[in-house]
Each structure stands twice: as C-alpha cells, then as structure tokens.
Nanobody, 122 residues
Framework: QVQPVESGGGLVQAGGSLRLSCAAS????????MGWFRQAPGKERGFVAA????????YYADSVKGRFTISRDNAKNTVWLQLNSLKPEDTAVYYC???????????????WGQGTQVTVSS
C-alpha cells in the first residue's frame, strides 16, 4: 500500500500562499497518478488537482485553476500542491492520494492519509 503523509498546511490570510507536500510511506508513488482532494467542514470531499505518473500532464478543478499548481519529483517520492491567491473558501483539510488517471471521484481512491489543515482568514 502507498500511504501518503501530507504536510505544509497552516493559517494564512486571504491572498497568501502555501505549499503542501505529500510524501510516501511504504511503497513509492512512482508509476502512479496522484491527486489532491479537500474537505471543508460539513461538505463532501472534493477534487482539487491531479498529476500523471511522470509529471507531464495535470488537470484541475475549475475553482482552483490558475491559482494552484500540482507537481511531483519521483526521485524524491514527493508530490506538491502550490496554493496561491488563497481565498477563505479554500479552507479545508487537504489530502493527497493515488488515483486512476483522469478521475475526479474521491471514491476511486484508497489509502487516504491524515490530511493537512489549510485555514484562510479574510
């Protein structure tokens, strides 16, 4: 099992930036597409961004396109999510997970980590 470990969350003012990291515990991430999802209090877990196994292709939720950037370094077994121009509505727990390429469905993923909390103040 590829067990992700997320970090980098925190409290930031609107308009600020954060960089989230996702490291693999156990087996490597290499060879797998990876995605970031988020869950706000009282809401369902939703798709944020995904990257293919090599890092050559990505796709994003419309709500974060142009503000967030997903990247990876397979040699370091790490996936990142750069969050820029943050808004209060971006407040959520952010999760990194292995996913089938092309999906936006959190139900298609397994081995969820603990996530990292991002809080954006207005």
């Amino acid at each position: 099992q590829v067990q992700p470990v997320e970090s980098g969350g925190g409290l930031v003012q609107a308009g600020g930036s954060l960089r989230l990291s996702c490291a693999a515990s156990g087996r490597t991430f290499s060879g797998y597409a990876m995605g970031w999802f988020r869950q706000a209090p009282g809401k369902e877990r939703g798709f944020v961004a995904a990257i293919n196994w090599s890092g050559s292709s990505t796709y994003y939720a419309d709500s974060v396109k142009g503000r967030f950037t997903i990247s990876r370094d397979n040699a370091k077994n790490t996936v990142w999510l750069q969050l820029n121009s943050l808004k209060p509505e971006d407040t959520a727990v952010y999760y990194c997970v292995k996913i089938p390429w092309g999906t936006r469905d959190p139900g298609s993923a397994a081995s969820w980590g603990q996530g990292t909390q991002v809080t954006v103040s207005s």
